[in-house]
């Protein structure tokens, strides 16, 4: 069973910066494609980005494009999130998610991920 704890969430200034990271355990980690979405109370979980299994391949979604950045470390087993110019609108619990990979798929669509992070809070104030 694979295990996803996001940590690095934090309250911040507009224009800051915060580092999310995403640890996993109990499977294999290069196997997986990843990703972070994020929620806001009493809206849908939505696509933030996401990186296939090697890191070569990234997907944004347009808002946050230019601004954050992906990454992952398949040796430490670690998925990043580096999250630059930060503005309320980025206020959200962020979470990370994995999918076996295998076959087309649709990186930015919710229901392509197996397993999921608790979630770590991301407050921008103004």
């Known amino acids: 069973q694979v295990q996803l704890v996001e940590s690095g969430g934090g309250s911040v200034q507009a224009g800051g910066s915060l580092r999310l990271s995403c640890a996993s355990s109990g499977g294999r980690f290069s196997s997986y494609a990843m990703a972070w979405f994020r929620q806001v109370p009493g809206k849908e979980r939505e696509f933030v980005a996401a990186i296939n299994w090697s890191g070569d391949s990234l997907y944004y979604v347009d808002s946050v494009k230019g601004r954050f950045t992906i990454s992952r470390d398949n040796a430490k087993n670690t998925l990043n999130l580096q999250m630059n110019s930060l503005t309320s609108e980025d206020t959200a619990v962020y979470y990370c998610?994995?999918?076996?990979?295998?076959?087309?798929?649709?990186?930015?669509?919710?229901?392509?991920?197996?397993?999921w992070g608790q979630g770590t809070q991301v407050t921008v104030s103004s």
């Open positions: 998610a994995a999918r076996v990979v295998g076959g087309e798929a649709e990186p930015g669509a919710i229901y392509e991920y197996d397993y």
